[in-house]
C-alpha cells in the first residue's frame, strides 16, 4: 500500500518568510507528484504539479522533486497571512494518473503577521 | 472555472440509518471521486468512476457503495451508517491526468 508522507506536521513562519515542506513516497513506483491547498473550511485546490526531476517555479511558489529519493518539496518566499492554510502532497504511480492517487496527511502552515 | 456541487452539506445520522451523498459535475469530466477526510489521515480514497455506469474500488471502501448514474452525477451510499463514518467527505472529478476539482464538501455525523 502506497504511503505518503509529509514534514512537518505543523510549521509557524513569519510574514515575508520562506516556507519549507517536504513529501516522500515509500511507494518505488511513484512517478507524479502534485501539491494542494485547502484554506480552512474549503475544499483543495491544485497549487502545483510536477513530474519530472528538477525544479518548477510559478510565482513565490517553487516545488522540487527528486525521483530517485521520491522525494518533493514545496517552498513558498515571502510568505503572505493568505498562505496560511493545509497543504497536501499527492502521489501516484506511472500509467495510473489519478486512479492510483494517494495524498499525504498534510502540513498545516501558519503564517503569523 | 470546474464546477462541482454536493447535498446535503451537513447531514446527521443515526447508528444504522440509511445516507446518499449526491454529487454533480458541470465540467465534462470522465472522472470522479468520493473521499473522506479525517485529521491525521488526509483524503482517503473511497471509490471512484471513470463514466457512467462505471465504479472502481478505492483504498477504504468498506460499509460504502457508489453509482454514477450519468456523466454528471456521481452517488455515495451508507446503508448502515456506523460512528466510524463520520467525517466531512469530498466528491471529486478530473480527466485522467489533469488536476483534480474537489466539491465544496459535506460533513457527516452519525450518531
Known amino acids: 500500500q502506497q504511503k505518503v508522507q509529509q514534514s512537518p506536521e505543523s510549521l509557524i513562519v513569519p510574514e515575508g518568510g520562506m516556507a519549507s515542506l517536504n513529501c516522500t513516497s515509500s511507494?518505488?513506483?511513484?512517478?507524479y507528484f502534485w501539491w494542494y491547498r485547502q484554506h480552512s473550511g474549503k475544499s483543495p485546490k491544485m497549487l502545483m504539479s510536477i513530474f519530472s526531476n528538477g525544479e518548477k517555479e510559478e510565482g513565490r511558489f517553487t516545488v522540487h522533486l527528486n525521483k530517485a529519493s521520491l522525494h518533493t518539496s514545496l517552498h513558498i518566499r515571502d510568505s503572505q497571512p493568505s498562505d496560511s492554510a493545509l497543504y497536501l502532497c499527492?502521489?501516484?504511480?506511472?500509467?495510473?494518473?489519478?486512479?492510483?492517487?494517494?495524498f499525504g496527511a498534510g502540513t498545516k502552515l501558519t503564517i503569523k503577521p | 472555472e470546474a464546477a462541482v456541487t454536493q447535498s446535503p452539506r451537513n447531514k446527521v445520522t443515526v447508528t444504522g440509518g440509511n445516507v446518499t451523498l449526491s454529487c454533480r459535475q458541470t465540467?465534462?469530466?470522465?472522472?470522479m471521486y468520493w473521499y473522506r477526510q479525517d485529521t491525521g489521515h488526509g483524503l482517503r480514497l473511497i471509490h471512484y468512476s471513470y463514466g457512467a455506469g462505471n465504479l472502481q474500488i478505492g483504498d477504504v471502501p468498506d460499509g460504502y457503495k457508489a453509482t454514477r448514474t450519468t456523466q454528471e452525477d456521481f452517488f455515495l451510499l451508507l446503508e448502515l451508517a456506523s460512528p466510524s463514518q463520520t467525517s466531512l467527505y469530498f466528491c471529486?472529478?478530473?480527466?485522467?491526468?489533469?488536476?483534480?476539482?474537489f466539491g465544496p464538501g459535506t460533513r457527516l455525523t452519525v450518531l
Open positions: 511507494d518505488r513506483n511513484v512517478d
Open positions: 499527492a502521489a501516484s504511480p506511472a500509467n495510473y494518473g489519478n486512479e492510483k492517487i494517494t
Open positions: 465540467n465534462s469530466h470522465n472522472y
Open positions: 471529486a472529478s478530473s480527466d485522467d491526468w489533469d488536476e483534480q476539482y
